[in-house]
């Protein structure tokens, strides 16, 4: 990777499940051989929550794992990213639906489910933790570790552009 490979994971509105992405997936890569060479950022499909921190209970989950997300600031995914970006990875269909119908003609970002890029078996949407308590944030959080280890493992064996259509 002579730039670095950019990383955009997107949820609903920004608050949850990406910004915990976020974090875990940049401690992960940044303690790996990939430091330095892959960037990770996060975005919501909507715009309820733009500018606000990430959800205290995303805050406090990722905090007991020893990950720092609370200067994040959510935000909507725009035009640019679908250019600015080598992937767009979706916490859900919906998600992914949206970033899809979103895009403009020329986009160069690929688009996918964020665990099923990374190779994780079963389940393959992130559910949003949302309604839940800190059982479900603790659920999302190791779904995203494990996403977060599968993709470290993808990248390191050079696989950034197989799998999955660009999309439009």
């Known amino acids: 990777m002579a730039e670095p490979l950019r990383l955009l994971v997107v949820c609903l509105g920004n608050i949850c499940r990406s910004p915990m992405a976020e974090g875990v997936l940049r401690a992960r890569i940044e303690a790996s051989p990939l430091a330095g060479r892959v960037e990770v ?43 600015d970006f080598d992937w767009l990875l979706c916490a859900d269909r919906n998600n992914l639906r949206d970033v899809r119908a979103r895009a403009p003609e020329a986009a160069r970002a690929r688009t996918a489910l964020l665990l099923e890029w990374a190779g994780i078996d079963g389940e393959i949407e ?3 933790p949302y309604t839940g308590g800190p ?21 390191l064996r050079g696989e950034t552009v197989a799998a999955g259509p660009r999309q439009g």
């Open 126 to 128: 992130v559910p949003d």
């Open 41 to 83: 950022d996060s975005a919501g499909t909507g715009d309820w929550h733009v500018g606000d921190p990430p959800d205290r209970r995303a805050i406090a989950t990722a905090r007991e794992h020893g990950i720092d997300i609370a200067g994040l600031r959510a935000r909507q995914i725009g035009r640019d990213d679908h250019h």
């Open 135 to 155: 059982a479900q944030f603790e659920h999302v959080h190791r779904l995203l570790d494990a996403a977060a280890n599968g993709v470290i493992e993808r990248l």
